[in-house]
């Protein structure tokens, strides 16, 4: 069974800095695709960015971007610029990569603070 | 294009007793999954129906239960409520297909008496 690791239970920063949450995973897959979402005090799920496995370019989405390192099975997220706004818990998520759906598996989650 | 609508926010149980919580997905989407969100297990996948078909199933007991219909609206409910059954209850919509990207609901805060 895949495994999502987040070792950071807590991370802050000030504004307008740059911090990097950490996630590991494991898996014997080839072929399959790493998330990360946010979760602010609202509760819903939002997605930040996605991964597909089979991508050597790591993805971007406007002040958010991964480091994507598949032999290392490791995959942080850098939040640029940082807002408030951007305070919530993120959680890093695996999928297998199926002809079907197969059900995300989720790390238990960093939260991080913004200091103004 | 409306987003994933669970319903109720909020409720409060007795044990023993049962609930049932309804989640629409987005116009098109034919995936609805279900995750129990605890302090202590974080998130945990407990099904997944799929044009009204149950195609996933997590390692839950049968006390949790759900069904889809035919507009792609889901229900799951759940049986002899106990005290570790408060949670946040969160539904997926997806397409159910290719990349099959999930999109969350505000989810459903069960507590349990």
């Known amino acids: 069974a895949q495994t999502v690791t987040q070792s950071q239970p807590e991370m802050s920063v000030q504004e307008a800095e740059t911090v990097t949450l950490s996630c590991t995973y494991d898996?014997?897959?080839?072929?399959?695709?790493l998330f990360w979402y946010k979760q602010p005090p609202s509760r819903q799920m939002i997605l930040v960015i996605r991964?597909?496995?089979?991508?050597?370019q790591n993805a971007t989405e406007n002040r958010f971007s991964v480091n994507f390192q598949k032999a290392a099975k490791s995959f942080s997220l850098k939040i640029s610029d940082s807002q408030l706004g951007d305070a919530a818990m993120y959680f890093c998520?695996?999928?297998?990569?199926?002809?079907?759906?197969?059900?995300?598996?989720f790390g238990k989650g960093t939260r991080l603070s913004v200091i103004a | 294009k409306a987003g994933v609508t669970q319903t109720p926010r909020y409720l409060i149980k007795t044990r023993g007793q049962q609930v049932t919580l309804s989640c629409s997905p987005i116009s098109g989407h034919r995936s609805v999954s279900w995750y129990q969100q605890t302090p202590g297990q974080g998130l945990q996948f407990l099904f997944e129906?799929?044009?009204?078909?149950?195609?996933n199933k997590g390692n839950f007991p049968g006390r949790f239960s759900g069904r889809q219909f035919s507009n792609s609206r889901s229900e799951m409910n759940v049986s002899t409520l106990e005290l570790g059954d408060s949670a946040l209850y969160l539904c997926?919509?997806?397409?159910?297909?290719?990349?099959?990207?999930?999109?969350f609901g505000a989810g459903t805060r069960l507590s349990v008496l």
């Open positions: 991964q597909e496995a089979y991508k050597q």
């Open positions: 898996t014997s897959e080839s072929d399959y695709y």
């Open positions: 998520a695996y999928r297998s990569h199926n002809s079907g759906n197969t059900p995300l598996v």
């Open positions: 997926a919509s997806s397409s159910g297909q290719g990349q099959n990207i999930q999109y």
């Open positions: 129906y799929f044009s009204e078909t149950q195609r």
